[in-house]
Protein backbone atom coordinates (compact mmCIF):
# COMPACT_ATOMS: atom_id res chain seq x y z
CA UNK A 1 0.00 0.00 0.00
CA UNK A 2 3.25 2.35 0.61
CA UNK A 3 3.84 1.79 -3.52
CA UNK A 4 0.67 2.35 -4.10
CA UNK A 5 -0.60 5.49 -1.64
CA UNK A 6 -3.20 6.49 -4.27
CA UNK A 7 -5.43 5.78 -7.41
CA UNK A 8 -2.93 8.03 -9.87
CA UNK A 9 0.56 5.57 -8.66
CA UNK A 10 -1.76 2.72 -9.72
CA UNK A 11 -3.23 3.65 -13.53
CA UNK A 12 0.81 4.69 -13.86
CA UNK A 13 1.73 1.44 -13.22
CA UNK A 14 -0.71 -0.24 -15.12
CA UNK A 15 0.37 2.18 -18.38
CA UNK A 16 4.12 1.02 -18.09
CA UNK A 17 3.14 -2.30 -18.45
CA UNK A 18 0.58 -2.25 -20.38
CA UNK A 19 2.25 0.06 -23.16
CA UNK A 20 5.99 -0.79 -22.52
CA UNK A 21 6.70 0.92 -25.40
CA UNK A 22 4.48 4.23 -25.68
CA UNK A 23 0.82 4.29 -25.76
CA UNK A 24 -0.40 2.07 -28.54
CA UNK A 25 -3.66 3.15 -29.62
CA UNK A 26 -6.20 -0.37 -29.51
CA UNK A 27 -8.11 1.02 -32.50
CA UNK A 28 -5.53 1.85 -35.35
CA UNK A 29 -2.80 0.41 -34.09
CA UNK A 30 -0.86 3.58 -33.81
CA UNK A 31 2.25 4.83 -31.18
CA UNK A 32 2.38 7.95 -30.08
CA UNK A 33 1.30 10.63 -27.01
CA UNK A 34 -2.02 10.74 -26.66
CA UNK A 35 -4.24 13.54 -25.57
CA UNK A 36 -5.95 13.76 -22.48
CA UNK A 37 -9.97 14.45 -21.53
CA UNK A 38 -11.51 16.31 -19.14
CA UNK A 39 -12.21 13.07 -18.05
CA UNK A 40 -9.03 11.15 -17.85
CA UNK A 41 -9.70 9.45 -21.25
CA UNK A 42 -6.63 9.08 -23.69
CA UNK A 43 -7.76 9.93 -27.04
CA UNK A 44 -5.46 8.36 -29.98
CA UNK A 45 -4.18 11.44 -31.96
CA UNK A 46 -4.19 9.46 -35.08
CA UNK A 47 -7.94 8.26 -34.88
CA UNK A 48 -9.13 9.88 -31.92
CA UNK A 49 -10.73 6.79 -30.55
CA UNK A 50 -10.50 7.15 -26.45
CA UNK A 51 -9.62 4.31 -23.99
CA UNK A 52 -8.68 3.95 -20.43
CA UNK A 53 -5.48 2.03 -19.03
CA UNK A 54 -8.37 -0.30 -17.84
CA UNK A 55 -10.08 -0.75 -20.85
CA UNK A 56 -10.40 -4.61 -22.27
CA UNK A 57 -8.29 -6.05 -19.52
CA UNK A 58 -9.92 -7.68 -16.46
CA UNK A 59 -9.93 -3.94 -14.44
CA UNK A 60 -12.73 -3.13 -17.35
CA UNK A 61 -15.58 -0.63 -15.69
CA UNK A 62 -15.05 -2.11 -12.44
CA UNK A 63 -16.40 0.13 -9.83
CA UNK A 64 -13.74 -1.44 -7.06
CA UNK A 65 -10.31 1.07 -5.90
CA UNK A 66 -7.45 -0.47 -8.16
CA UNK A 67 -5.84 0.08 -5.01
CA UNK A 68 -7.99 -2.72 -3.85
CA UNK A 69 -7.54 -4.53 -6.61
CA UNK A 70 -3.42 -4.07 -6.10
CA UNK A 71 -3.71 -5.60 -2.90
CA UNK A 72 -5.87 -8.27 -3.77
CA UNK A 73 -2.84 -9.42 -5.94
CA UNK A 74 -0.24 -8.98 -3.60
CA UNK A 75 -2.20 -11.07 -1.51
CA UNK A 76 -3.21 -13.70 -3.76
CA UNK A 77 0.47 -13.94 -4.71
CA UNK A 78 2.10 -13.74 -1.33
CA UNK A 79 0.28 -17.15 -0.05
CA UNK A 80 2.08 -19.90 -0.86
CA UNK A 81 -0.97 -22.61 -0.98
CA UNK A 82 -3.01 -20.47 -2.06
CA UNK A 83 -6.08 -18.58 -1.34
CA UNK A 84 -9.74 -18.59 -1.45
CA UNK A 85 -12.47 -16.19 -1.49
CA UNK A 86 -13.57 -16.28 2.19
CA UNK A 87 -10.05 -15.22 2.99
CA UNK A 88 -9.84 -12.85 0.09
CA UNK A 89 -13.03 -11.39 1.50
CA UNK A 90 -11.95 -11.40 5.42
CA UNK A 91 -8.44 -9.91 4.58
CA UNK A 92 -9.54 -6.75 2.00
CA UNK A 93 -12.95 -6.06 3.80
CA UNK A 94 -15.43 -7.02 0.71
CA UNK A 95 -19.00 -6.41 1.54
CA UNK A 96 -20.29 -9.82 -0.10
CA UNK A 97 -17.93 -13.44 -0.52
CA UNK A 98 -19.81 -12.82 -4.27
CA UNK A 99 -17.43 -9.39 -4.52
CA UNK A 100 -14.60 -11.67 -3.58
CA UNK A 101 -14.93 -14.76 -5.18
CA UNK A 102 -15.23 -12.65 -8.35
CA UNK A 103 -12.55 -10.68 -8.10
CA UNK A 104 -10.53 -14.04 -7.56
CA UNK A 105 -11.98 -15.38 -10.31
CA UNK A 106 -10.83 -12.42 -12.88
CA UNK A 107 -7.33 -12.79 -11.41
CA UNK A 108 -7.66 -16.86 -12.27
CA UNK A 109 -8.65 -16.02 -15.89
CA UNK A 110 -5.26 -14.11 -16.05
CA UNK A 111 -2.57 -17.03 -14.21
CA UNK A 112 -2.26 -19.09 -17.51
CA UNK A 113 -0.76 -17.08 -20.86
CA UNK A 114 -2.11 -18.30 -23.81
CA UNK A 115 1.22 -17.78 -25.78
CA UNK A 116 3.11 -19.87 -23.57
CA UNK A 117 6.16 -22.37 -24.06
CA UNK A 118 5.30 -25.86 -24.30
CA UNK A 119 6.86 -28.61 -22.09
CA UNK A 120 9.99 -30.27 -23.74
CA UNK A 121 12.67 -32.76 -23.48
CA UNK A 122 11.63 -35.75 -21.11
CA UNK A 123 7.86 -35.33 -20.28
CA UNK A 124 5.34 -38.28 -18.74
CA UNK A 125 1.76 -37.40 -19.51
CA UNK A 126 -1.28 -39.47 -17.50
CA UNK A 127 -4.64 -38.76 -16.62
CA UNK A 128 -6.03 -37.80 -12.61
CA UNK A 129 -9.92 -37.81 -11.34
CA UNK A 130 -11.19 -35.18 -9.08
CA UNK A 131 -14.23 -35.61 -7.61
CA UNK A 132 -15.86 -37.84 -4.94
CA UNK A 133 -15.64 -41.89 -4.77
CA UNK A 134 -18.30 -43.50 -7.47
CA UNK A 135 -19.35 -46.68 -6.34
CA UNK A 136 -19.19 -49.94 -8.76
CA UNK A 137 -16.83 -47.96 -11.24
CA UNK A 138 -13.46 -48.96 -11.74
CA UNK A 139 -10.50 -48.12 -14.26
CA UNK A 140 -11.47 -45.10 -16.23
CA UNK A 141 -15.01 -45.40 -15.96
CA UNK A 142 -16.63 -42.45 -14.51
CA UNK A 143 -20.46 -40.87 -13.93
CA UNK A 144 -19.92 -37.22 -11.75
CA UNK A 145 -15.93 -36.98 -12.05
CA UNK A 146 -14.16 -34.31 -14.19
CA UNK A 147 -11.04 -35.90 -15.74
CA UNK A 148 -7.81 -33.88 -15.78
CA UNK A 149 -4.57 -34.79 -18.19
CA UNK A 150 -1.51 -34.45 -16.69
CA UNK A 151 2.00 -32.99 -18.47
CA UNK A 152 4.72 -32.69 -16.11
CA UNK A 153 7.92 -31.87 -17.57
CA UNK A 154 11.39 -33.77 -16.01
CA UNK A 155 14.66 -33.65 -15.83
CA UNK A 156 17.45 -35.57 -14.40
CA UNK A 157 17.18 -37.78 -11.12
CA UNK A 158 13.26 -37.16 -11.42
CA UNK A 159 13.18 -33.64 -10.73
CA UNK A 160 9.80 -32.09 -11.48
CA UNK A 161 9.93 -28.78 -13.72
CA UNK A 162 6.68 -27.42 -14.95
CA UNK A 163 3.47 -28.67 -15.65
CA UNK A 164 0.22 -28.56 -18.25
CA UNK A 165 -3.29 -29.12 -16.52
CA UNK A 166 -6.37 -29.13 -18.36
CA UNK A 167 -9.87 -30.77 -18.02
CA UNK A 168 -10.86 -33.39 -20.94
CA UNK A 169 -14.20 -34.45 -21.45
CA UNK A 170 -13.17 -38.46 -21.81
CA UNK A 171 -10.09 -40.21 -22.40
CA UNK A 172 -10.63 -41.27 -26.15
CA UNK A 173 -7.74 -40.41 -28.64
CA UNK A 174 -9.75 -36.93 -29.32
CA UNK A 175 -9.52 -36.04 -26.20
CA UNK A 176 -6.09 -36.73 -25.14
CA UNK A 177 -3.55 -35.97 -28.30
CA UNK A 178 -4.68 -32.57 -28.70
CA UNK A 179 -4.22 -32.14 -25.56
CA UNK A 180 -0.65 -33.21 -25.46
CA UNK A 181 0.21 -31.50 -28.91
CA UNK A 182 -1.21 -28.57 -27.32
CA UNK A 183 1.24 -28.75 -24.31
CA UNK A 184 4.36 -30.78 -25.28
CA UNK A 185 7.30 -29.24 -27.92
CA UNK A 186 7.64 -32.09 -31.15
CA UNK A 187 10.54 -33.75 -30.70
CA UNK A 188 9.75 -34.57 -27.27
CA UNK A 189 9.85 -37.53 -24.96
CA UNK A 190 6.37 -38.37 -23.85
CA UNK A 191 6.04 -41.36 -21.44
CA UNK A 192 3.01 -42.64 -20.74
CA UNK A 193 1.44 -46.09 -19.76
CA UNK A 194 -0.43 -48.45 -22.05
CA UNK A 195 -3.64 -46.27 -22.59
CA UNK A 196 -4.50 -47.40 -26.12
CA UNK A 197 -5.28 -43.59 -26.71
CA UNK A 198 -2.08 -42.39 -26.77
CA UNK A 199 -0.90 -44.87 -29.45
CA UNK A 200 -0.82 -42.41 -31.96
CA UNK A 201 2.09 -40.27 -30.38
CA UNK A 202 4.72 -41.77 -32.40
CA UNK A 203 3.02 -40.48 -35.36
CA UNK A 204 3.05 -37.19 -34.48
CA UNK A 205 6.41 -36.27 -34.01
CA UNK A 206 7.33 -37.63 -30.58
CA UNK A 207 9.32 -39.93 -29.03
CA UNK A 208 6.73 -42.35 -27.37
CA UNK A 209 7.56 -44.12 -24.00
CA UNK A 210 4.93 -46.86 -22.97
CA UNK A 211 5.68 -48.52 -19.81
CA UNK A 212 2.64 -51.37 -19.40
CA UNK A 213 2.00 -51.38 -15.34
CA UNK A 214 0.96 -55.38 -15.40
CA UNK A 215 3.76 -56.63 -17.54
CA UNK A 216 6.29 -54.44 -15.34
CA UNK A 217 5.52 -55.19 -11.90
CA UNK A 218 5.98 -52.12 -10.50
CA UNK A 219 3.48 -49.44 -8.95
CA UNK A 220 2.39 -46.25 -10.66
CA UNK A 221 4.09 -43.54 -8.61
CA UNK A 222 7.15 -45.76 -9.45
CA UNK A 223 7.02 -46.11 -13.10
CA UNK A 224 5.43 -42.49 -13.29
CA UNK A 225 6.32 -40.69 -10.65
CA UNK A 226 6.14 -37.14 -11.79
CA UNK A 227 2.13 -36.98 -12.78
CA UNK A 228 1.25 -38.58 -9.73
CA UNK A 229 3.10 -36.30 -6.96
CA UNK A 230 1.69 -33.55 -9.19
CA UNK A 231 -1.83 -35.31 -8.73
CA UNK A 232 -1.37 -35.87 -5.21
CA UNK A 233 -0.57 -32.27 -4.47
CA UNK A 234 -3.41 -31.04 -6.82
CA UNK A 235 -5.74 -33.13 -4.55
CA UNK A 236 -4.46 -32.42 -1.62
CA UNK A 237 -4.21 -28.29 -2.61
CA UNK A 238 -8.20 -28.55 -3.44
CA UNK A 239 -9.32 -30.23 -0.38
CA UNK A 240 -7.09 -28.14 1.68
CA UNK A 241 -6.79 -24.50 0.33
CA UNK A 242 -10.87 -24.49 -1.32
CA UNK A 243 -11.84 -27.42 1.07
CA UNK A 244 -13.16 -29.34 -1.87
CA UNK A 245 -15.86 -27.06 -3.31
CA UNK A 246 -15.14 -27.04 -6.58
CA UNK A 247 -17.36 -27.29 -8.99
CA UNK A 248 -16.84 -29.32 -13.02
CA UNK A 249 -18.03 -25.74 -14.78
CA UNK A 250 -14.62 -23.65 -12.90
CA UNK A 251 -12.16 -26.23 -12.69
CA UNK A 252 -10.16 -25.37 -15.38
CA UNK A 253 -9.81 -21.86 -13.83
CA UNK A 254 -8.64 -23.56 -10.38
CA UNK A 255 -6.19 -25.45 -12.80
CA UNK A 256 -4.96 -22.43 -13.76
CA UNK A 257 -3.93 -21.12 -10.55
CA UNK A 258 -2.43 -24.32 -9.64
CA UNK A 259 -0.29 -24.30 -12.88
CA UNK A 260 0.69 -20.98 -12.00
CA UNK A 261 1.99 -21.59 -8.52
CA UNK A 262 3.50 -24.76 -9.25
CA UNK A 263 5.73 -23.51 -12.05
CA UNK A 264 6.64 -20.38 -9.66
CA UNK A 265 7.18 -22.39 -6.98
CA UNK A 266 10.76 -22.05 -6.44
CA UNK A 267 10.45 -17.91 -7.32
CA UNK A 268 11.96 -15.78 -4.40
CA UNK A 269 11.01 -12.77 -5.39
CA UNK A 270 6.94 -12.09 -4.54
CA UNK A 271 7.35 -8.48 -5.95
CA UNK A 272 8.21 -10.81 -9.74
CA UNK A 273 4.70 -12.65 -9.14
CA UNK A 274 2.80 -9.46 -8.22
CA UNK A 275 4.24 -8.10 -11.72
CA UNK A 276 3.88 -11.25 -13.42
CA UNK A 277 -0.09 -11.38 -12.14
CA UNK A 278 -0.89 -7.76 -13.08
CA UNK A 279 1.22 -7.97 -16.36
CA UNK A 280 -1.12 -10.87 -17.20
CA UNK A 281 -3.94 -8.97 -16.07
CA UNK A 282 -3.79 -6.54 -18.37
CA UNK A 283 -3.45 -8.66 -21.20
CA UNK A 284 -6.73 -11.00 -20.85
CA UNK A 285 -9.85 -9.90 -22.08
CA UNK A 286 -12.64 -8.89 -19.58
CA UNK A 287 -15.22 -11.58 -18.55
CA UNK A 288 -18.19 -10.07 -16.97
CA UNK A 289 -19.79 -11.82 -13.77
CA UNK A 290 -22.39 -13.82 -15.60
CA UNK A 291 -19.37 -15.60 -17.78
CA UNK A 292 -17.54 -15.74 -15.05
CA UNK A 293 -20.38 -17.87 -13.54
CA UNK A 294 -20.94 -19.80 -16.41
CA UNK A 295 -17.57 -21.21 -16.27
CA UNK A 296 -15.70 -23.84 -18.22
CA UNK A 297 -13.41 -23.61 -21.29
CA UNK A 298 -14.01 -27.81 -22.19
Not at 112 to 131: A, F, M, N, S
Not at 216 to 243: C, F, N, Q, Y
Request: proline fraction near 3%; hydrophobic fraction near 35%.
Amino acid sequence: MDWFSDESDCIAYLKKIRWKNGFTCPSCGSIGNPYRTTRGRLTCPTCEHQTTVTAGTIFHRTRTPLRTWFSAAWYITNQKHGTNALGLQRILGFKSYQTAWAHLHKFRRAMVRPDRERLKGHVEVDETYIGGREEGLIGRKIEKKSIVSVAVEMKEGNALVRVRLRRVLDVSEDSLIPFVCEMVEQGSIVHTDGWSSYSSLSKLGYKHERTILSATGDSAHESMPGVHIVSSLLKRWILGTLHGSIGPQQLDYYLDEYTFRFNRRTSRSRGMLFYRLIEQAVSTAHNPYKSIVGGGKC
